[in-house]
C-alpha cells in the first residue's frame, strides 16, 4: 500500500474511534464505529489480507454494528443528560492509555527486525521444511508449501465443508431455534407485540 493511502485510511479508522469516544447521541456513535471499522478494513487490505478486510466489513460492519445500531434504535438511548466529569474516571483514562504507551515503546525497542525477510517461493519452501513431523506429509498445507505457494482461506472452506460439515449444521440449526426461541418468548412477555 503506498503510504499516502496508508495515512489517509489510518486517519480515518483514528477519527471514527474519536467520534465513538466523543459523541453523545449513540445511534452517532455506532455510525462512527463504522466509519473506524471500514478504515481498518481498508488497512487490512492495504496489507494484502483481502479475507481479514473482507470479514471486518462483513461480520463487524455488517452484521455487529447492524445488531448494534438494531437495539440502540429498540431502546430508544437518549442523549446522556449527566455532563459533570468524575476524577476518577478522568484519571483512568489518561493513565490506562499512557500505560498501553509505555508497553509498545518497550516492546518495539526489544523487538529485533533485521532478520525479516519477504514471502516468496523460496521462503515458501523452505518453511515447508519448518514445519513439525506430526502434521502428515501429505497434508494439503504442506503440499502448497512444496509448490512455492501459500495456503490460503479455500482450505479451510475445504475442511469446513467437507470434514465438519455435520456439525456445520448442527450450529445452524440451533441458531436458528435460539432465534425462534428468542423471538417467541419476547411474545410471551409482551402480549401487545
Known sequence: MPTPFFYIFAIIML????????????VACALSMIVSFIGLAALFVGLNAY????????VYTGAVMVLFLFIIMLLDLKKEENNEVKT?????????????????????????????????????????????????ADSQIRKEL??????????????????????????GILLLVATVGCVSLSKKLNPKA
Request: proline letters at 7%.
Open 88 to 136: 476518577p474516571t478522568l484519571a483512568a483514562g489518561i493513565i490506562i492509555p499512557l500505560l498501553l504507551v509505555l508497553q509498545l515503546v518497550a516492546i518495539f525497542q526489544t523487538s529485533d527486525l533485521g532478520d525479516f525477510a519477504p514471502i516468496n517461493k523460496e521462503s515458501l519452501i523452505a518453511a515447508e521444511a519448518e514445519i513439525p513431523s506430526e502434521i502428515a
Open 146 to 171: 512444496k509448490k512455492g505457494s501459500l495456503p490460503d482461506v479455500n482450505l479451510i472452506g475445504q475442511k469446513l465443508f467437507t470434514e465438519y460439515n455435520f456439525p456445520l449444521q448442527v450450529i
Open 51 to 58: 479475507f481479514v478486510g473482507i470479514l471486518q466489513v462483513l
Open 15 to 26: 477519527a471514527g474511534g474519536v467520534g465513538v469516544v466523543s459523541l453523545k447521541n449513540p
